[in-house]
């Protein structure tokens, strides 16, 4: 079977507009806003109001895309929806997209793969589309983390954003996904967890009195983990896309702590200009980080067509993964 070559067409995002500042943080919690802006860059971060939820943003963002890619919702015919912060979880948020849409020609599932999730949902989209399945495929991240936030606990709640970034797929004459770089590590999932609500240790009074339906992180053991990974994923995925660091025009990070992502621009020797950061403005998004500060790098004019770029992703499970794509 000849596979076609899968590129991205268009890209959206969508922040809401209510913004929590680190100063608004020193009111509810033991913490300042020096210690947050020098331990992980973050100066203010997005979050919903009351009545709005992942599938909102996610149709936000996916609307601009479409736009974006001049197509239309009755021409996507599947949506890839990466999140860890679901409407419900059952049935899938990309259901809840795909009627918001009014996508019905679109089959439509949910990723999880923490932070990678966005990266993950590339790499099945973009295969979908070089098997000729499908012709134009949606894939967001979203996240309304700040309701799975535990906003009594200062090593979590100052860390997390909510956003969703959108790109839609379809099949291109010279490739644009050169390589995907993806792995996990199963025995690391207790660093990064919501233990409550699943199969494991489902909802009761007891869990709910115990705070077990928020996010639980390690934070220095997941930092070690990060900024080791960073650099390898990204060194792995590049060498087997036949590239090198000096043909990186952008790098597009996960966006977690701000030194992570500096140690990674000085392993790569990249000038700052050429890695696009956003934490200052928004947290940690999880599966929209990559997708908003792709968006927005596009939307400023400063990444072109043509630029080679790294996406590269790491989180809870624990997972990681780069993709080298000639946008
Ligand atoms: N405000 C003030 N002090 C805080 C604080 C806050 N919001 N959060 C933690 N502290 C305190 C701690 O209680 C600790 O105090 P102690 O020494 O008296 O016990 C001290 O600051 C240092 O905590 P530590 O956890 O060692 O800080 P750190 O330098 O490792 O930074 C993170 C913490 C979370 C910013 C950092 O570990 C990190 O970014 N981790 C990776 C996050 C990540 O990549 N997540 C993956 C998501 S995909």
Same mark, same amino acid.
């Given at each position: 079977m000849?596979?076609?070559?899968?590129?991205?067409?268009?890209?959206?995002?969508?922040?809401?507009?209510?913004?929590?500042?680190?100063?608004?943080?020193?009111?509810?919690?033991?913490?300042?806003?020096?210690?947050?802006?020098?331990?992980?860059?973050?100066?203010?971060?997005?979050? %919903?109001?009351?009545?709005? $939820?992942?599938?909102?943003?996610?149709?936000?963002?996916?609307?601009?895309?479409?736009?974006?890619?001049?197509?239309?919702?009755?021409?996507?015919?599947l949506?890839?929806?990466?999140?860890?912060?679901?409407?419900? &979880?059952?049935?899938?948020?990309?259901?809840? %997209?795909?009627?918001?849409?009014?996508?019905?020609?679109?089959?439509? &599932? #949910?990723?999880?793969?923490?932070?990678?999730?966005?990266?993950?949902?590339?790499?099945?989209?973009?295969? $979908?589309?070089?098997?000729?399945?499908? @012709?134009?495929?949606?894939?967001?991240g979203?996240?309304?983390?700040?309701?799975?936030?535990?906003?009594? #606990?200062r090593?979590?709640?100052?860390?997390?954003?909510?956003?969703?970034?959108?790109?839609?797929?379809?099949?291109v004459?010279?490739?644009?996904?050169?390589? &995907?770089?993806?792995?996990?590590?199963?025995?690391?999932?207790?660093?990064?967890?919501?233990?409550?609500?699943?199969?494991?240790? !489902?909802?009761?009074?007891?869990?709910?009195? #115990?705070r077990? *339906? $928020?996010?639980?992180m390690?934070?220095?053991?997941? &930092?070690?983990?990060?900024?080791?990974?960073?650099?390898?994923?990204?060194?792995?995925?590049?060498?087997?896309?036949?590239?090198? @660091?000096?043909?990186? #025009?952008?790098l597009?990070? *996960?966006? +977690?702590?701000?030194?992570?992502?500096?140690?990674?621009?000085?392993?790569?020797?990249?000038?700052?200009?050429?890695?696009?950061?956003?934490?200052?403005?928004?947290?940690?998004?999880?599966?929209?980080?990559? !997708?908003?500060?792709?968006?927005?790098?596009?939307?400023?004019?400063?990444?072109?067509?043509?630029d080679?770029?790294?996406?590269?992703?790491?989180?809870?499970?624990?997972?990681?993964?780069? +993709?080298?794509?000639? $946008?």
């Amino acid at each position: 079977m000849k596979l076609l070559e899968a590129g991205i067409l268009g890209v959206g995002s969508a922040l809401p507009p209510k913004i929590i500042t680190n100063f608004d943080l020193e009111n509810i919690i033991d913490t300042s806003d020096e210690w947050i802006r020098t331990r992980t860059g973050i100066s203010e971060r997005r979050v %919903v109001e009351e009545g709005v $939820y992942t599938s909102d943003l996610a149709t936000q963002a996916a609307l601009s895309a479409i736009d974006a890619a001049g197509t239309c919702a009755e021409e996507i015919d599947l949506i890839i929806v990466a999140t860890v912060t679901p409407d419900t &979880f059952m049935p899938s948020t990309a259901c809840f %997209v795909q009627a918001k849409l009014g996508a019905k020609n679109a089959m439509a &599932f #949910d990723m999880s793969a923490g932070c990678t999730g966005f990266v993950y949902a590339l790499s099945v989209g973009s295969a $979908y589309v070089r098997m000729g399945t499908c @012709k134009r495929v949606l894939v967001i991240g979203a996240e309304v983390l700040s309701k799975f936030l535990d906003w009594q #606990d200062r090593t979590t709640c100052v860390l997390f954003g909510d956003g969703a970034g959108a790109v839609v797929l379809g099949p291109v004459e010279q490739p644009g996904f050169l390589n &995907f770089t993806l792995g996990a590590d199963g025995s690391m999932a207790d660093l990064l967890v919501i233990p409550g609500g699943g199969s494991r240790l !489902p909802a009761s009074a007891q869990t709910i009195a #115990d705070r077990q *339906h $928020y996010i639980k992180m390690c934070g220095n053991e997941t &930092f070690k983990f990060a900024v080791r990974v960073m650099g390898e994923v990204t060194q792995q995925a590049l060498e087997a896309a036949g590239c090198s @660091k000096d043909d990186l #025009d952008f790098l597009v990070p *996960h966006q +977690a702590n701000l030194r992570i992502i500096e140690s990674a621009r000085k392993r790569f020797n990249l000038p700052e200009d050429r890695v696009v950061i956003n934490i200052d403005r928004y947290g940690n998004m999880s599966s929209a980080s990559i !997708p908003v500060a792709l968006d927005e790098a596009i939307t400023s004019g400063r990444l072109q067509r043509g630029d080679l770029v790294a996406l590269v992703g790491f989180g809870a499970g624990l997972t990681w993964g780069a +993709a080298i794509v000639r $946008y």
